[in-house]
């Protein structure tokens, strides 16, 4: 995996590899600059995690990778979304069917409201499977059984003629993955897909998504507010800001040596287990940027303890920090001292092995 | 199931009980009777008793509530005084007059109100949108009998594509009706000069007393639909790459059309009360001109019959939605 920065980044072709996207919602009263321009590559089965803030434009991203954001407002404004080098963007509707679902799957947030309430699940699962695979009925409903076994749901012939309101929050969220790995995608995203969960389902959730990346081969984006999900199943991970990537890098690497006051912030607002101190959580000050116009500084500035006038005034780019392949795009970036008082970085772990990153699963 | 369904006939007994009380005292308060309405104002006093004598009238109306409950359990609905012929005969002649304009009206106001509000919400704050939005709200405030007295002038007198009255040509008045309803009976016989002569009298009926539910249900499958297009399911139906046509119809309509269901079970009860103004002028003979008439003579008879009968099919009929709502709804079950 390559690092995002500019389209000329890769020489070879990537899985996936999303190019200066830049996405905008036009209504008559304003126009929403949810998505700034964002790059990133991904190689097959690898594990990237997009965290933010809520209207970060994370999922918005998602949304116009496979062509389904809401109309008539949404709307791709520049970039590319090449999925083994064939740009999504622009791509006829009848050929990005295909993709959706088919090469490129996706899972919501709420497994409550995801599911259609007036069809049973064996529909809503062999539906994807036909459009995709051109199954007759019968095998369609026979791969519907194996995928919900798969996925751990008991007695899962008899449960094929249920309804959503018939499963828990866990078990529906389970049929949401059953339906997206329905047609073997090559890419998985999963837009926030424990949010609405218990946390003891969530770490349930989040291991079946481990376990049937490594097995079928996928890749995943793991789209999330929440540091500690993507701890645990990413191997990198990209800090996302009002529609731009702040920070990016292995997932080790950031949670241990994070640049960006932003990603600072948000380990901050993080508790852990580890902790011999009770530690107060601190919150980041202010509020998310309103996305109508854009900055011409950093967009985290009026929030930042760090910003100084070039902040204000001068867009900062990622760039390379001494971690090689770990990037920031900060003007001034948190002093090591500051980690250490903040209890990350330069300890002993810090440059452990993933097993490290255990310390923030949920 | 089977329970709720026992449960919810069972209901209709008290509900009939007290209506049939209320409609047979109220229609005994008003001014007038049937003697007089019958023998006119000339009458002598004298005429007049025989006259009441002759139907059970100069008796205290509590006898005459209890004798009418007596034969009604029995289902005899007594005689009219005006036509002296059995209520029950006229009713089953009447009823299916009516059926067969309501059955229309609904599916005028269904096949064009379900689609034309689905596409306006597709297209929300479009042409189709706006200007289905301004249709509606002529056709919710135009008055019905202005409507068929329009309908009437440009369609059959003006235009003369349709006939003015009656639910069948003339000539064909002594065709066999087997069911009573025309349309049917046509099919039954295989006389299809009868059928296409009561599918042309049906027309413009049917669209003026469709209107007022069409207006009402565009309206309702629209904002439905709005609200269904913007759930999290839709996006996943499209996120698993469906062809949007089977979005629309197998995600969208199929949730849209819940409250669409309970609409249409309501509009019903109000179809009927339309259809006497409808009946009346096209010269229909329903069961609306019917009960018009029998107002006119203090029908008694015919009143009690038709209303309480109006009652029950309405009852019927929501009950139907009610059970039908389980089936397209699985998260709703009866116990």
């Known amino acids: 995996m390559t690092s995002p920065g500019s389209a000329a980044a890769t020489d070879r072709t990537a899985l996936l590899s999303v190019r200066d996207l830049e996405v905008r919602f036009v209504t008559r009263r304003a126009t929403i600059h949810a998505v700034n321009g964002i790059s990133f590559d991904l190689d097959p089965g690898a594990t990237l995690g997009i965290v933010g803030e809520s209207g970060c434009g994370k999922s918005v991203s998602?949304?116009?990778?496979?062509?389904?954001l809401p109309q008539p407002a949404g709307r791709v404004k520049a970039g590319q979304v090449l999925l083994d080098g064939r740009d999504l963007v622009g791509l006829s509707e009848h050929d990005l069917r295909q993709v959706r679902g088919g090469e490129i799957a996706m899972i919501f947030q709420d497994p409550m409201t995801s599911l259609n309430?007036?069809?049973?699940?064996?529909r809503q699962i062999t539906e994807a499977l036909r459009a995709h695979l051109d199954m007759d009925k019968r095998a369609a409903a026979e791969e519907a059984v194996a995928l919900l076994d798969r996925v751990g749901i008991p007695d899962a012939r008899r449960r094929l003629s249920d309804y959503p309101h018939q499963f828990s929050g866990g078990m529906r969220q389970r049929v949401m993955i059953a339906m997206a790995i329905s047609c073997r995608p090559k890419v998985l995203i999963a837009d926030e897909p424990t949010t609405a969960l218990d946390v003891t389902i969530q770490a349930q959730i989040l291991d079946l998504l481990r376990t049937l990346v490594d097995s079928e081969g996928m890749a995943l984006i793991l789209i999330t507010h929440d540091l500690g999900v993507v701890a645990g199943v990413c191997e990198r991970t990209h800090v996302m800001y009002a529609g731009r990537f702040v920070e990016t890098g292995p997932t080790t690497e950031l949670f241990a040596r994070p640049k960006h006051p932003y990603t600072l912030g948000l380990?901050?607002?993080v508790p852990r287990l580890d902790e011999r101190h009770h530690r107060r959580l601190e919150p980041i000050g202010g509020a998310p940027r309103d996305m109508r116009e854009l900055p011409t500084g950093c967009a985290f500035a009026p929030r930042c303890t760090y910003a100084t006038q070039?902040?204000?005034?001068?867009?900062?780019?990622?760039e390379p920090t001494a971690g090689g392949d770990h990037r920031v795009a900060c003007h001034n970036p948190v002093p090591d001292a500051e980690l250490v008082a903040a209890g990350l970085g330069l300890g002993p772990d810090a440059d452990g092995d993933a097993e490290d990153d255990d310390q923030w699963r949920p | 199931m089977l329970r709720y369904v026992a449960l919810r006939l069972l209901y209709m007994v008290p509900v009939l009980l007290v209506l049939s009380f209320v409609l047979f005292a109220?229609?005994?308060?008003?001014?007038?009777?049937?003697?007089?309405a019958l023998l006119g104002e000339r009458a002598t006093e004298r005429d007049l008793e025989v006259l009441e004598q002759r139907f059970g009238l100069d008796r205290p109306v509590h006898e005459q509530y209890f004798g009418y409950m007596r034969n009604l359990a029995r289902g005899d609905l007594g005689v009219s005084i005006r036509t002296r012929r059995p209520v029950r005969e006229e009713l089953l002649d009447r009823f299916p007059a009516t059926v067969e304009l309501s059955i229309g009206a609904i599916l005028v106001a269904v096949l064009v109100g379900v689609p034309l509000g689905f596409a306006a919400a597709k297209r929300y704050q479009g042409a189709i949108d706006q200007s289905s939005l301004v249709a509606s709200l002529i056709g919710i405030s135009f008055p019905v009998f202005f409507l068929a007295l329009l309908l009437k002038y440009v369609f059959a007198v003006r235009l003369g594509w349709l006939p003015t009255i009656g639910r069948i040509d003339v000539r064909m008045l002594t065709a066999e009706h087997p069911t009573g309803f025309y349309l049917l009976d046509g099919i039954v016989t295989r006389d299809w000069d009868a059928f296409v002569s009561a599918a042309k009298h049906l027309v413009l009926p049917a669209i003026a007393l469709g209107t007022i539910p069409l207006a009402i249900i565009t309206r309702i499958t629209r904002g439905a639909t709005l609200d269904v297009v913007s759930e999290d399911y839709v996006r996943t139906a499209r996120a698993k790459g469906l062809v949007s046509s089977v979005v629309n119809r197998r995600h969208i309509l199929r949730n849209a059309m819940l409250p669409v269901v309970t609409i249409v079970g309501l509009q019903v009860g109000l179809l009927l009360t339309g259809a006497i103004l409808t009946e009346t002028v096209f010269s229909w003979p329903g069961m609306g001109s019917w009960i018009l008439e029998a107002i006119r003579f203090r029908d008694y008879a015919v009143l009690q019959g038709g209303i309480l009968f109006f009652v029950l099919v309405v009852v019927l009929v929501n009950l139907l939605v009610d059970i039908s709502y389980a089936f397209l709804n699985p998260r709703i079950r009866y116990r």
Request: proline share 11%.
């Open chain 1, 62 to 68: 998602s949304l116009a990778m496979l062509g389904i």
């Open chain 1, 117 to 122: 309430p007036v069809l049973t699940i064996g």
């Open chain 1, 267 to 269: 380990l901050k607002s």
């Open chain 1, 310 to 318: 070039a902040s204000w005034e001068v867009l900062p780019l990622l």
């Open chain 2, 26 to 36: 109220f229609l005994r308060a008003l001014p007038g009777g049937p003697a007089i």
